[in-house]
């Protein structure tokens, strides 16, 4: 990690933050105070930031109300529609924002899970062209996103495979930005653990940046140190040395119930810095590139967690996550330290992708066919009991039999046009994401070939990780 000392004064620095502001509407308590706390917490950071991205900013009421508060530090915003309910997306800019654009990932959980609304929501990618700098001549592409949420621990998710194609998706973004020469820095929530197969599509292109000895995951889930026997990390520890920003003791959103409810009847827990943390981990990530034939132009200088605070009055804290930030700054090109940016995954992670994708592919077919009999079914019992009507012997059964009925085609209806519209969908959506990591891997493969022959070193090596 990068000392925390300030970075000299003649050097061109920029300042980024992420955050995930957990704002549902009608869901999160408190949702407009802490908003708008965020908004003043952001406001007042000194130095002041230069890019900020927000996730599960959902309403515009709390967007124009960060807007404000925000305006002398950040004059130029863009709040990003998609979706029934919109993405949350939120990306703001100490300089004008050029062009912006949504863009909506293929593959975004189903619509049969409504209780989780990922699918609905519209995930996808909050993507901001920038000039800074030197005249203008400087060009930023910043990317915002949220990836699809795990409901389950990795390998055993369901919507691994999305949450990977998600990432894939980003992945691309970024690299086609890299190839323009502009400096590239995607945020977000990207609901995913170092290592993981998402993680590692990200960083392919780029350098992984950890602080030697910082946790891959939780402890609770096993992280080197609790393989190694050590004692679980404290509080002060996991956040100045793992850079968590979910499930940590610190977060009162994170508490058990009871001590929430004492929190919400003014009885406060005071959380010792040497509190054992087990179960918190990182989640949120800022990924840097200073752009193609251009490394070492722009360098990492610091990284950390924030707000990790707690709101003034209402003493709980102000998101389910803490934000990410980074401090990236020019080094001049005598400093500059040339890295060769890496191409391809080991072919085992390809693999590991294909066998995941085929896996899923063939659990989705054999969900369409369920869903298809299952609207059989209804159509059959619908003329059924229509047909039933007519020898009921009493309204009442009468009545029954058409409630049926009618319910029973509406289920069926909805069961035809999951397993008929949107699994075919879905399929399409996989079969385009196979061959994209089919092709990859043949052209790692090849790569690999043509560099043992040359006697050159590896193409397995690189976006800087922040985070």
């Known amino acids: 990690m990068p000392p925390n000392s ?5 050097k061109t620095t920029l300042r980024v933050l992420s955050l995930n502001c957990w704002g549902l509407k009608y869901i999160s308590a408190h949702r407009s105070a802490c908003l708008t706390e965020i908004g003043r917490q952001i406001a007042s950071l000194d130095p002041p930031p230069n890019v900020v991205g927000l996730q599960e900013c959902w309403t515009q009421a709390d967007y124009l109300a960060i807007r404000s508060l925000t305006a002398h530090i950040l004059p130029f915003g863009k709040f990003h529609h998609s979706g029934s309910f919109g993405g949350g997306l939120v990306i703001l800019s100490k300089w004008e924002i050029e062009e912006s654009s949504m863009y909506r990932y293929p593959l975004n959980g189903r619509p049969a899970a409504f209780y989780r609304g990922d699918w609905y929501v519209g995930k996808g990618v909050a993507c901001a062209r920038i000039r800074f700098e030197r005249g203008g001549k400087e060009i930023m592409e910043v990317f915002c996103t949220h990836l699809h949420a795990p409901y389950e621990k ?12 998600q990432a894939w998706e980003i992945a691309k973004k970024m690299r086609h930005a890299k190839e323009r020469g502009h400096v590239v820095i995607a945020l977000g929530d990207f609901n995913m653990l170092l290592l993981s197969l998402a993680h590692r599509l990200i960083e392919t292109h780029g350098e992984r940046l950890r602080k030697p000895g910082s946790a891959l995951r939780a402890w609770e889930d096993g992280h080197a140190g609790k393989e190694e026997g050590e004692a679980c990390p ?40 040497h509190t054992a943390d087990p179960r918190a981990k990182r989640l949120d990530y800022i990924f840097f590139s200073p752009g193609e034939g251009r490394a070492g132009t722009w360098q990492v200088y610091d990284v950390r967690v924030g707000m990790t605070g707690r709101h003034p ?7 389910d996550h803490f934000s990410v930030e980074a401090v990236i700054e020019r080094v001049p090109t005598e400093e500059a330290v040339e890295d060769e940016p890496a191409q391809y ?7 590991e992708i294909l066998h995941m994708t085929r896996k899923y592919t063939l659990r ?13 079914f209804q159509i059959a019992m619908s003329v059924g009991c229509l047909i039933g009507v007519w020898w009921s012997p ?38 385009e994401f196979e061959w994209e990591i089919e092709n990859a891997r043949k052209l790692a493969s090849k790569a690999i070939e043509e560099r043992e022959k040359a006697g050159e070193g590896s193409v397995l090596t690189g976006y800087i990780a922040v985070q």
């Open 6 to 10: 300030a970075p000299t004064p003649a």
């Open 154 to 165: 990795e390998p055993y998710d369901d919507y691994l495979c999305h949450r990977t194609a």
């Open 234 to 273: 404290h509080v002060e520890h996991c956040i100045s040395e793992h850079g968590p920003t979910c499930d940590s003791q610190l977060n009162t959103w994170r508490w058990s119930k009871s001590m929430r409810k004492d929190l919400g009847k003014g009885r406060d827990t005071i959380i010792a810095p």
């Open 313 to 319: 009055e209402l003493r709980c804290s102000l998101s």
């Open 345 to 351: 995954l080991p072919l085992s992670i390809y693999d």
């Open 364 to 376: 989705e077919r054999t969900q369409r066919t369920l869903r298809l009999g299952h609207f059989g």
């Open 394 to 431: 009493r309204n009442y059964v009468a009545f029954i039999l058409m409630l049926l009925g009618s319910v029973g085609l509406s289920v069926g209806v909805l069961e035809g046009l999951m397993g008929g519209l949107f699994v075919g969908s879905e399929e399409r959506a996989l079969r």
